[in-house]
């Protein structure tokens, strides 16, 4: 099965094919799957990982994918990824929040480390299964923060 696009067909090469999206996320197609290989250094405030791109899930995010993207604020990852790589936000010493719309992916070693411990946190929703507290060293909160109220979906 390819993923189809706007009525296109995009065929994954053996190795992936590889495209940037939105000017600061590399993602790769292999086979029936997505995965956020990169983010440029210079990607600002609060990013959403998307849950599909080109209409394959986005499962996974490579190792190292965002190290050093010290000017992000927050992060949104979908109910699609699955696995985290090692160090995938080491750096992101900006992170206020990292908000999680599924269950608990599989995470690689220290992946949110470098960012501040006391200033971020990891806010998820109230039927999520899998986190641990702290979960990647960070403190879980249930439940949707819009400015300072927090709304369980």
């Known amino acids: ?15 992936g094919s590889t495209e940037v999206v939105g000017g600061d996320l590399t993602i790769m197609v ?32 490579e190792t190292s994918a965002f190290a050093g993207c010290s000017n992000l604020t927050s992060v949104t990852i979908p109910d699609s990824v699955t696995s985290i790589g090692e160090y995938a936000f080491w750096g992101c010493r900006s992170f206020t929040t990292i908000i999680f719309k599924g269950n608990a992916p599989k995470i690689g070693q220290s992946v949110f480390g470098g960012v501040s411990y006391d200033d971020s946190e990891i806010i998820i929703y109230s039927d999520a299964t899998g986190f641990s507290q702290p979960f990647g060293g960070l403190f879980v909160s249930v439940g949707f923060r819009i400015a300072s109220t927090i709304f369980d979906p």
């Open 30 to 61: 292999i086979g029936n799957v997505a995965i956020v290989e990169q983010s440029k250094t210079t990607a600002t405030g609060d990013l959403v990982i998307p849950d599909t791109y080109r209409g394959c899930p986005v499962t996974h995010i």
């Open 1 to 15: 099965m390819n993923c189809r696009y706007s009525g296109r067909v995009f065929s994954a090469f053996a190795a």
